[in-house]
């Protein structure tokens, strides 16, 4: 009995011995982990921290302003490229650079410097760890200006739009007589248009076409 007491209590106090170890390994751990990110994080303070890459590119050690300068060369690249929109035998056409169309360099610039710097310590680590060990690669954002594309299908709209007509009615005897018909109305369709220039980033962007033909499709609107 006395022998089975001992190694009860042996085994109890190695537990407890493990226990703590185990502890202070953990403690140990986080400790050195916390170290190591301070110090990356000064060394690598106001620059896109290594591993980030936006669109193929990678933006490791670049500032802010590097990164935006970077982008707005690579516009200046497409801007010569045409979009033309087409509706039956009328086409419009506006130039990459009129429209305003490519990389939003500023948002690109403001999001690669802001990973791994979020008020969230456990999540900036995940992240910076994994951007330094297999890389973070992120689609990049693009812009266009939306009164620069209405203006161009300004003449199209004005063709095409046309509200619809509600039928009218009236009453003779207790019986409804039509008064006047309904007639469906039309609409350019904007949101089709807009969706399809999406499409289009990656091509242009990489240089694979350097004009683009955008059909304008007309949406039905039904009467009441």
């Keep these: ?15 407890r011995a493990f226990f703590w170890f185990a ?3 953990i403690l140990a751990l986080f400790l050195l982990t916390s170290f190591t990110f301070i110090l990356f994080e000064k060394i690598n303070s106001n620059v896109v921290y290594p591993g980030i890459i936006v669109g193929n590119i990678d933006l490791g050690g670049k500032t802010l302003d590097e990164v935006s300068k970077l982008f707005a060369k690579k ?11 087409s509706y039956h035998s009328d086409v419009a056409t506006i ?14 610039a403001k999001q ?3 990973l791994g710097r979020s008020d969230n310590f456990l999540s900036n680590v995940s992240i910076v760890f994994q951007a330094y060990l297999d890389g973070l690669n992120l689609q990049p954002a693009f812009h266009y200006s939306e009164d620069k594309l209405y203006e161009t299908l300004t003449p199209f709209i004005k063709r095409v739009n046309k509200d619809p007509i509600d039928a009218l009615f009236t009453f003779q005897n207790g019986k409804v007589t039509v008064f006047k018909p309904s007639e469906e109305g039309k609409m350019v369709d904007i949101d089709d248009i807009k969706k399809n220039l999406n499409y289009q980033f990656e091509k242009v962007l ?8 955008i059909p304008i499709n007309v949406k039905t609107l039904t009467p009441k």
């Design 23 to 25: 502890i202070g390994a």
């Design 95 to 108: 130039s990459a650079h009129d429209l305003k169309f490519g990389y939003d360099e500023d948002l690109i």
């Design 1 to 15: 009995m006395k022998i089975s007491r001992s190694k009860k209590r042996i085994f109890i106090e190695t537990l």
């Design 112 to 114: 690669a410097i802001s």
């Design 75 to 85: 516009n200046e690249n497409i801007g010569n490229a045409k979009f033309s929109f």
């Design 206 to 213: 990489l240089n694979k076409t350097k004009r683009i033909t």
